[in-house]
């Protein structure tokens, strides 16, 4: 019996090991490794070539960090990212769930329409998306500069003008949709007799908004910040083909910078991780907070 019981345990651990073992593994070589080889990149003075050649690797200390802190190009892709983060957290996030609750009370008619219309920006790629846009509003021969030249035919294409505030518009209302089924989701799941017993016992829609629903998503709240901080930062492939973070790097994001350093002109690795890894240190800190405010208002899943 002993015997049995011991040959059944560690059956179960081979089981689990031969679960686990293929995403621990995708794990450790498509994230861990990369993550990890970013670092010993951003602190070497590996310029491109073969890397185990004469005078073709050697330790750069710090020296990576201190050229991106002292490149006022960095700070302006920041001053970008941070732009791209408040609109997410206090722009996609609060929209998405007003859109949700209004969708789920059946406020108004439509809703699968309303629904399907909202979320649609999430199912087409952020490149057609990117090229539409540039089409349309930021390129001299766009549809806006032709009705433009309509009215006044000696009006002047002006590159860069309200560039980032255009890209700020497209990622609110491209993103929108997905925090507002999210949300849609959950609310589907709060007890709507409980919300009807509180109308029944005079409760306005603010008080129920606070006191009932808001409670019952404050743990969604947090997983939607942490989405929309991540995605954030990686932001890319729309702004790329938007504007390519010109005119004059006014609309550049750290990955865009990142990608300049990289495969732009003389390759400069090392700056090029160093980039990568102050992203994620950033974003680190920033979910952290993020954290420490879901423990301090007592957030709940």
Same mark, same amino acid.
């Given at each position: 019996m002993v015997m049995r019981d011991s040959l059944t345990k560690t059956e179960e651990r081979a089981a689990y090991i031969m679960l686990v073992a293929p995403a621990l593994l995708l794990y450790l070589f498509v994230m861990a490794f990369p993550a990890v080889f970013s670092v010993f990149l951003s602190l070497s003075t590996y310029h491109g070539g073969k890397f185990f050649g004469e005078n073709a690797f050697g330790f750069g200390g710090l020296k990576a960090y201190r050229d991106v802190f002292a490149d006022q190009y960095f700070y302006l892709a920041l001053k970008n990212n941070v732009y791209i983060v408040l609109v997410s957290i206090f722009g996609q996030i609060p929209l998405g769930f007003f859109l949700a609750y209004i969708l789920n009370r059946g406020l108004i008619k439509g809703v699968g329409f309303f629904q399907a219309m909202i979320y649609l920006p999430n199912v087409i790629a952020a490149v057609i998306i990117g090229i539409l846009f540039n089409r349309f509003l930021l390129s001299s021969s766009s549809i806006w500069m032709e009705i433009q030249r309509f009215f006044n035919p000696d009006v002047e294409f002006m590159p860069g003008k309200n560039s980032m505030t255009i890209i700020l518009i497209v990622i609110l209302w491209m993103y929108t949709g997905m925090y507002m089924l999210i949300f849609l989701a959950n609310l589907q799941k709060i007890d709507v007799s409980i919300i009807e017993a509180s109308k029944?016992?005079?409760?306005?829609?603010?008080?129920?908004?606070?006191?009932?629903? +808001?409670?019952?998503?404050?743990?969604?709240? &947090?997983?939607? $910040? @942490?989405?929309? !901080?991540?995605?954030?930062?990686?932001?890319?492939?729309?702004?790329?083909?938007?504007?390519?973070?010109?005119?004059?790097?006014?609309?550049?994001?750290?990955?865009?910078?990142?990608?300049?350093?990289? +495969?732009?002109?003389?390759?400069?690795?090392? &700056?090029?991780? $160093? @980039?990568?890894? !102050?992203?994620?240190?950033?974003?680190?800190?920033?979910?952290g907070i993020t954290r420490f405010a879901e423990k301090r208002l007592g957030a709940r899943d």
């Open positions: 029944i016992d005079g409760a306005s829609e603010m008080q129920t908004l606070r006191h009932i629903v +808001f409670p019952a998503l404050s743990g969604v709240l &947090v997983t939607c $910040a @942490i989405l929309a !901080i991540s995605g954030s930062l990686r932001s890319f492939d729309l702004i790329w083909v938007m504007t390519g973070g010109g005119p004059a790097r006014s609309t550049s994001v750290l990955s865009i910078y990142m990608f300049e350093k990289a +495969f732009r002109r003389a390759p400069d690795y090392p &700056v090029a991780n $160093a @980039i990568s890894t !102050i992203m994620v240190v950033i974003c680190f800190i920033l979910i």
